[in-house]
Nanobody
Framework: QVQLVESGGGMVQAGDSLRLSCAAS????????LGWFRQAPGKEREFVAV???????DYGASVKGRFTVSRSSAKNTLYLQMNSLQPDDTAVYYC????????????WGQGTQVTVSS
């Protein structure tokens, strides 16, 4: 089992930037994919970004070009640099770990709130 702890959320204004972090511990060797999801009130959880153990990266359509995902060299910390934030980016952001980029059975962090005001 992989334990995940997110940090870095907060309240910002439209156009601002924010950087989220996710510290992974436990059986991190099994975490072939680390990623970010988000869930806004009344909406389903949405894929944001993923990075695989071998460096493959993918983004959700709504964040491509504005968000950048990266993984520490030790591969146990995941980051999400969010630029040009908009009110629609307001959500709880969750870190996820799984054996593949499709996230068939992910471990989840507790989430961190990001609120963007206009």
């Amino acid at each position: 089992q992989v334990q995940l702890v997110e940090s870095g959320g907060g309240m910002v204004q439209a156009g601002d930037s924010l950087r989220l972090s996710c510290a992974a511990s436990g059986r991190t060797v099994s975490a072939k994919a680390l990623g970010w999801f988000r869930q806004a009130p009344g909406k389903e959880r949405e894929f944001v970004a993923v990075v695989s153990w071998d460096g493959r990266i993918d983004y959700g359509a709504s964040v491509k070009g504005r968000f950048t995902v990266s993984r520490s060299s030790a591969k146990n910390t995941l980051y999400l640099q969010m630029n040009s934030l908009q009110p629609d980016d307001t959500a709880v952001y969750y870190c996820a770990a799984d054996s593949s980029m499709g996230f068939p059975a992910p471990s989840w962090g507790q989430g961190t709130q990001v609120t963007v005001s206009s």
